[in-house]
């Protein structure tokens, strides 16, 4: 059974680091892109970052979250991480990873298919 795990998010101070975990079973997650969304409290869903297939995939970000998270894969723990630093408030909200439906990753929703629980993610001012 083809499931995505979510996990590694908490209540942190601004400035603060944590990463996000996303773990597949029942498929190989080097396979297809990866990616990483997240929902705020009365907003619709977002892209925050994805990688491509493959070890040395591309890696794509949205501007609001450049230059402070880092996507990586790790083949051999079937897992995608995504570490977040220098965290703010407005980066609190509920992150999914979600598995692309082609190799190649554009931030886009659509280009997504089967989807994590979810982590909640706090960042407190």
């Known amino acids: 059974q083809l499931q995505l795990v979510e996990s590694g998010g908490g209540l942190v101070q601004s400035g603060g680091s944590l990463r996000l975990s996303c773990a597949a079973s029942?498929?190989?997650?080097?396979?297809?892109?990866i990616g990483w969304f997240r929902q705020a409290p009365g907003k619709e869903r977002e892209g925050v970052s994805c990688i491509s297939a493959f070890s040395g995939g591309s890696t794509n970000y949205a501007d609001s979250v450049k230059g402070r998270f880092t996507i990586s894969r790790d083949k051999a723990k079937n897992t995608v991480y995504l570490q977040m630093n220098s965290l703010k408030p407005e980066d609190t909200a509920i992150y999914y990873c979600?598995?692309?439906?082609?190799?190649?990753?554009?931030?886009?929703?659509?280009?997504?298919?089967?989807w994590g629980q979810g982590t909640q993610v706090t960042v407190s001012s």
């Open positions: 979600a598995l692309g439906l082609y190799s190649v990753c554009v931030l886009r929703q659509s280009d997504f298919g089967s």
């Open positions: 029942g498929f190989t997650l080097d396979y297809s892109a």
